[in-house]
């Protein structure tokens, strides 16, 4: 049974950072990924990274700020966001794919539960 879970999300103050981690069990995957939801918005990628790591691919949005990386040991992705702005307030998602990295939502087979980060100004 594939299971992701997310960890890490928070409250915090502009200009802080934070780290989000997924576990990911019960298969290997081609690609994982971070996508987030704010309200009333439509699900947007955030950053994705292969299956042997190294450089990921980031939304424009946060490129420079956040940062994707993958313990292969252990099988989890994290997110680490630093300048954290209150446009990035959104639940976030991780996500795995079988077959390929992309940068949509569609490219991805499963999801966690989501994890809440909200950033005051």
């Known amino acids: 049974q594939v299971q992701l879970v997310e960890s890490g999300g928070g409250l915090v103050q502009a200009g802080n950072s934070l780290r989000l981690s997924c576990a990911a069990s019960?298969?290997?995957?081609?690609?994982l990924a971070w996508f987030r939801q704010a309200p009333g918005k439509e699900r947007e990628f955030v950053a994705s990274?292969?299956?042997?790591?190294?450089?990921?691919y980031y939304a424009d949005n946060v490129k420079g700020r956040f940062t994707i990386s993958r313990d292969m040991a252990k099988n989890t992705v994290y997110l680490q966001m630093s300048s954290l702005i209150p446009e990035d307030t959104a639940v976030y998602y991780c996500?795995?794919?079988?077959?390929?990295?992309?940068?949509?939502?569609?490219?991805?087979?499963?999801w966690g539960q989501g994890t809440q980060v909200t950033v005051s100004s």
């Open positions: 990274i292969g299956a042997l790591g190294g450089n990921g």
């Open positions: 996500a795995a794919a079988k077959l390929r990295v992309g940068f949509h939502y569609n490219d991805y087979n499963y």
């Open positions: 019960g298969r290997t995957f081609v690609a």
